[in-house]
DNA sequence: TATTGTTATACTCTATAACTATA
DNA sequence: TATAGTTATAGAGTATAACAATA
């Protein structure tokens, strides 16, 4: 379900007072996060989920990573991680290799030839992205991100604007 | 767990590249809805949730608003909604009233004097949005809120700003 | 003892489908 | 037939705790 970005239930709405809410945060960052899965999930379909795409993009930029730094970068716990990498690499899409030199750990990276599929995964992603911001200027839309980024804590010295 | 803004897993982060993730309005807001929720559950503990204290907004803005009509205002299924608003009524905080006029429906009320408690949850909430707001300048904030409502295509005619 | 990763388990949020009662 | 609300059920995403293997 959910398409566009026009809402469909804005018809019903309509008479609906929202009090504060649209002053709160929490508020519409809950609502827009829900409104911009539902169209990653009908753009990208069974392919991957927003945090599969997000395992496999920060796997690829840090070839060898291991769990619990993933975990780390990710803010999760090391157990959400298990059955999510597992899945993926049931798939076909990631390799994990335990290290010589640590045998606890195990290096992560894209499966050797899955790099055209997430390549692809990737411009259909970026396609929708797009997508939900044709509501934003360009201006907007970049000062959106850096304010997210600026409430995360981020664009301080980290891992925000450059970053690759 | 998680407390305030400087994010604890930040030194584990450090030295991971996130690639094009920073540049994603998806990821952002999946990751400022987490850290914003781990706030508000730290600072309203057990009292509400955050999908809690909004369906008692929504009906304090709205009183004898219906099930249905409150699921759309949120855009979810009326089934989400039932064992919510069950919880809340069981807790002393709502009253649903069947109409006279028309027997499938229920209007939705604050309980006779909840008005008081709900008067408290929405201080400490507004206390929790300033907290969360901090690292951001008052402009920054309203921008911010303003964007996030362009995204859901509101501030259009309808619901947004000034609505009530 | 401490760390990595897995597993078992539980909780929350959401949806779909089937039901009831009313219209 | 259609609508309001409830219930049963399932799936995703998250966490905690306990564990095995390794250090």
Redesign the interface.
């Given at each position: 379900m959910s398409n566009g970005?026009?809402?469909p239930?804005?018809a019903?709405?309509?008479d609906?007072?929202?009090?504060?809410?649209?002053?709160?945060?929490?508020?519409?960052?809950?609502?827009?996060?829900?409104?911009?899965?539902a169209d990653?999930a009908d753009a990208l379909g069974e392919a991957v989920s927003?945090a599969e795409f997000?395992l496999l993009?920060?796997v690829?930029?840090?070839p060898g990573?291991t769990q619990v730094?993933?975990a780390?970068?990710l803010?999760l716990d090391k157990s959400t991680l298990s059955p999510a990498l597992a899945r993926l690499t049931r798939r076909g899409l990631l390799k994990r290799e335990r290290l010589a030199s640590d045998g606890r750990l195990q290096a992560l990276r894209l499966a050797p030839g899955a790099e055209a599929t997430y390549a692809t995964l990737?411009a259909r992603?970026e396609a929708?992205?797009a997508r939900?911001?044709a509501?934003?200027s360009p201006a907007?839309?970049a000062?959106?991100?850096r304010?997210?980024?600026?409430?995360?804590?981020?664009d301080l010295p980290?891992?925000?604007?450059p970053?690759?």
């Open positions: 970005l026009p809402d239930a804005a019903q709405r309509e609906v007072s929202y009090g504060p809410l649209p002053g709160y945060l929490g508020h519409l960052l809950r609502r827009a996060q829900a409104r911009v899965f990653f927003p997000g993009t920060l690829a930029a840090n990573i730094r993933l780390a970068a803010s990737r992603v929708h992205e939900i911001a509501a934003l907007e839309h000062e959106l991100l304010l997210l980024r600026l409430l995360l804590g981020w980290g891992p925000s604007a970053a690759r």
